[in-house]
């Protein structure tokens, strides 16, 4: 049977948005020493917007066409920031097929008998291509980088950037006034993460981490001792969200993050995170 102050805790926990689906959650999350965030849609906005455009040739028009035409089938919120930036642009849709989407690295689609691939980091490494020297001031600045690749050399990139939620200095400074450790972990490259690192005050940062690496990036800290609850919003997320003592999905995030989770915010504010914590020490605390 579930103890009558767990369950009034879990009410009353619904009731401010936060919602409990395994209970366990609720045991554990008092004993959590170190909070690891994803990054986009977690703790930025996860609607970027591109603010950088880049072609080797110079046509940048036709770079954002044909890098919206292999995204048009991708529901990532970079594919969307490009496809209306080609629109807003009035570029006419190129068409795609063979489309082919890797989870935390890129897509792929044939453009007029072209094979285009846009993508972040692991793209570029997969291929054993660097950065275009033109991306470099984009990404110290904090935007996400996108390659072009047109049948396997590079035509240019694209750069995003996604704003940090408001909520999210006072959530990590909360965490840190509580003893706990913020860690944040993201697919996106080294430079964009160590910008939001230090804009947010994070102690630890894991940069082009890919989905199938964010379950052992977590796996890692509990080898160290440390007792872990995961935030995440992404289908990328949920092997890490498994992998956590307690894995907390945010709500308006996919739904394999969701059904992957202990612990779903109803609402897309990391500071919710802290009441889960408050809720949990208040209904062990009656407890005992
Ligand atoms: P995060 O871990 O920050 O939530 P993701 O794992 O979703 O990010 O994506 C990691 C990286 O993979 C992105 O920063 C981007 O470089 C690349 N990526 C993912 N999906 C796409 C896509 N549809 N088009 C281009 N790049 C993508
Ligand atoms: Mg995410």
């Given at each position: 049977a579930i103890p009558l102050v767990v369950a009034i805790a879990t009410e009353r926990a619904a009731r401010g948005g936060v919602l409990i689906t395994d209970r366990r959650a609720m045991e554990e999350m008092r004993t959590v020493d170190v909070v690891v965030f994803d990054k986009t849609?977690?703790?930025?906005?996860?609607q970027p917007v591109v603010d950088h455009v880049h072609a080797v040739d110079g046509d940048t028009d036709a770079l954002l066409a044909v890098a919206a035409a292999a995204e048009?089938?991708?529901?990532?919120p970079v594919a969307t920031a490009i496809v209306g930036a080609a629109r807003r642009r009035s570029l006419p849709p190129a068409r795609a097929t063979e489309f082919l989407a890797t989870t935390g690295v890129g897509v792929q689609a044939v453009v007029d008998r072209h094979t285009v691939r846009v993508g972040g980091p692991a793209l570029l490494r997969d291929a054993g291509i660097d950065p275009l020297a033109a991306t470099t001031d984009w990404s110290a600045a904090g935007a996400t980088v996108l390659h072009v690749l047109v049948d396997g050399t590079v035509a240019g990139a694209i750069g995003l950037s996604d704003e940090i939620r408001d909520e999210s200095r006072e959530a990590i400074d909360a965490l840190h006034a509580i003893g706990r450790r913020v860690v944040m972990i993201t697919g996106d490259a080294q430079p964009v993460a160590e910008s939001v690192a230090a804009q947010l005050g994070i102690d630890q940062v894991f940069a082009g981490v890919r989905p199938e690496d964010k379950g052992a990036a977590v796996a890692g800290l509990q080898q160290q001792g440390r007792r872990v609850a995961m935030v995440g919003d992404g289908v990328n997320d949920a092997p890490a969200l498994a992998q956590a003592d307690v894995g907390i999905a945010?709500?308006?995030?996919?739904d394999v993050a969701v059904a992957t989770a202990g612990v779903v915010l109803a609402g897309s504010d990391p500071r919710s995170v802290l009441s889960v914590i408050e809720l949990s020490e208040q209904s062990y605390r009656k407890m005992r």
């Amino acid at each position: 049977a579930i103890p009558l102050v767990v369950a009034i805790a879990t009410e009353r926990a619904a009731r401010g948005g936060v919602l409990i689906t395994d209970r366990r959650a609720m045991e554990e999350m008092r004993t959590v020493d170190v909070v690891v965030f994803d990054k986009t849609g977690t703790l930025t906005k996860g609607q970027p917007v591109v603010d950088h455009v880049h072609a080797v040739d110079g046509d940048t028009d036709a770079l954002l066409a044909v890098a919206a035409a292999a995204e048009s089938e991708s529901e990532h919120p970079v594919a969307t920031a490009i496809v209306g930036a080609a629109r807003r642009r009035s570029l006419p849709p190129a068409r795609a097929t063979e489309f082919l989407a890797t989870t935390g690295v890129g897509v792929q689609a044939v453009v007029d008998r072209h094979t285009v691939r846009v993508g972040g980091p692991a793209l570029l490494r997969d291929a054993g291509i660097d950065p275009l020297a033109a991306t470099t001031d984009w990404s110290a600045a904090g935007a996400t980088v996108l390659h072009v690749l047109v049948d396997g050399t590079v035509a240019g990139a694209i750069g995003l950037s996604d704003e940090i939620r408001d909520e999210s200095r006072e959530a990590i400074d909360a965490l840190h006034a509580i003893g706990r450790r913020v860690v944040m972990i993201t697919g996106d490259a080294q430079p964009v993460a160590e910008s939001v690192a230090a804009q947010l005050g994070i102690d630890q940062v894991f940069a082009g981490v890919r989905p199938e690496d964010k379950g052992a990036a977590v796996a890692g800290l509990q080898q160290q001792g440390r007792r872990v609850a995961m935030v995440g919003d992404g289908v990328n997320d949920a092997p890490a969200l498994a992998q956590a003592d307690v894995g907390i999905a945010i709500g308006a995030g996919t739904d394999v993050a969701v059904a992957t989770a202990g612990v779903v915010l109803a609402g897309s504010d990391p500071r919710s995170v802290l009441s889960v914590i408050e809720l949990s020490e208040q209904s062990y605390r009656k407890m005992r």
